[in-house]
């Protein structure tokens, strides 16, 4: 019967819009510190030491310094959302201290890319405000990925999703991984998946056991080309909710093949009735014998 119910929701998801489902494997989730290269958990580049010699190289107002560290930093990646956040911030600033406002201008527009709702420090110069300011007045679309899914869902049901990219104005949403876990679990586990550049990208994830009503938690991180954190949907201390109805298992004895056997019986044991005493042949014959 599982496979029934995962083949009917697959083709519901199929059918909504278009396109076939995916039935995503879960991994164990990498811990904070390493990041996911498509096979195992690997310990992330020295991206985040550079960024802390570019950020007090910048503090000292050594800008040449600070340039050249920020551009190494990308190579030491792949970097997390709040670091990729830092390295285009302060890239901006230094850019705008060196007087390169085209620079500075596409800096800050890859950062509000990251992080829509930033802002600059009142503390810092002007010459860096001002250029961020005029970008974030001019910046209207911004990166947006949605994620739904049906209302209803059973546990021991898989559980169809649509993960829909709504806006790429940078064009670097290439993939994502979804982190799930069962309400009241410790462990996160991790779903990997490409996105689509148009439309939703229709996936299904396994059915979880258990024996009383629960939710899967659930939140994403989507990926550049070079696996650096982009966008960030829900997160592990605030994760979307998805509620699993439980549905006791049927008694043994209302099973379809119990009654069907139990139908069997009744209708084998009413033709026995019938025939007895209606067809079968008397055990005597009535009539009379005369003698000659």
Same mark, same amino acid.
């Given at each position: 019967m599982d496979n029934v119910r995962w083949a009917l929701l697959s083709l519901l998801v199929g059918c909504h819009g278009g396109g076939g489902a995916t039935l995503l494997a879960l991994r164990p989730a990498c811990p904070p510190a390493a990041a996911w290269d498509g096979h195992t958990c690997t310990a992330r580049g020295d991206g985040a030491r550079q960024l802390a010699t570019g950020v007090d190289a910048l503090a000292q107002s050594e800008f040449d310094a600070a340039k050249a560290a920020f551009e190494g930093v990308e190579r030491g990646g792949p970097l997390d959302h709040a670091t990729h956040v830092t390295l285009w911030e302060q890239r901006g600033i230094v850019a705008a201290y060196l007087d390169d406002e085209p620079t500075a201008s596409a800096a800050f527009e890859m950062l509000l890319a990251l992080d829509p709702g930033h802002f600059l420090s009142y503390t810092l110069s002007p010459k860096a405000t001002f250029v961020f300011e005029k970008v974030r007045d001019r910046t209207t679309i911004v990166p947006a990925i949605d994620v739904n899914w049906t209302t209803g869902l059973r546990v021991g049901d898989p559980v169809p999703l649509d993960?829909?990219?709504?806006?790429?104005?940078?064009?670097?949403?290439?993939? /994502?991984?979804?982190?799930?876990?069962?309400?009241? %679990?410790?462990?996160?586990? =991790?779903?990997?998946?490409?996105?689509?550049?148009?439309? /939703?990208?229709?996936?299904?994830?396994? /059915? &979880?056991?258990?024996?009383?009503?629960?939710?899967?938690?659930? !939140?994403?991180? /989507?990926? %550049?080309?070079?696996?650096?954190?982009?966008?960030?949907?829900?997160?592990?201390?605030?994760?979307?909710?998805?509620?699993?109805?439980?549905?006791?298992?049927?008694?043994? !004895?209302?099973?379809?093949?119990?009654?069907? &056997?139990?139908?069997?019986?009744? =209708?084998?044991?009413?033709?026995?009735?019938?025939?007895?005493?209606?067809?079968?042949?008397?055990?005597?014959?009535?009539?009379t014998v005369s003698a000659p």
């Open positions: 993960v829909e990219v709504l806006a790429d104005p940078k064009q670097f949403l290439t993939h /994502a991984t979804l982190f799930v876990r069962a309400r009241g %679990d410790a462990a996160w586990r =991790a779903a990997d998946l490409a996105l689509a550049p148009r439309g /939703a990208t229709r996936v299904v994830l396994p /059915a &979880i056991t258990a024996r009383k009503p629960t939710s899967l938690e659930l !939140y994403l991180r /989507a990926y %550049d080309a070079h696996q650096n954190e982009v966008l960030l949907w829900a997160t592990p201390t605030q994760p979307r909710e998805i509620p699993l109805r439980y549905d006791p298992p049927t008694p043994w !004895y209302r099973r379809w093949w119990v009654i069907a &056997i139990a139908g069997t019986v009744v =209708a084998g044991a009413t033709g026995v009735i019938v025939y007895e005493t209606t067809l079968a042949p008397p055990d005597k014959v009535g009539g």
